[in-house]
């Protein structure tokens, strides 16, 4: 599920920023990207949550270290990214 919600997030992300580009409406597309980036870190929690219930020390000591550096670059990343439109337009009105 946490990879579906991913590429959703990825595809809104880049609408966002294809909007804002051609000038039309982007904040519903900035809204969704964002919302599915928090949406595929809640599933990721989910999974290892899982893990931990079904005792699969193997699964958390192989993945979840890198998981937890990869989601914090990536959700960084997807809020740069998609509010970056909001501070071009900040820069542009002054």
Known sequence: MWFVLGIIAIAATFLNLYLYAIGKEYKL??????SFTALTVVADYTMVSDWVKAEDWSALLDAVPMMAMALWVLTLLSILINTTPILLEMKNKK
């Open 29 to 34: 597309a900035m809204a969704m990207g964002l």
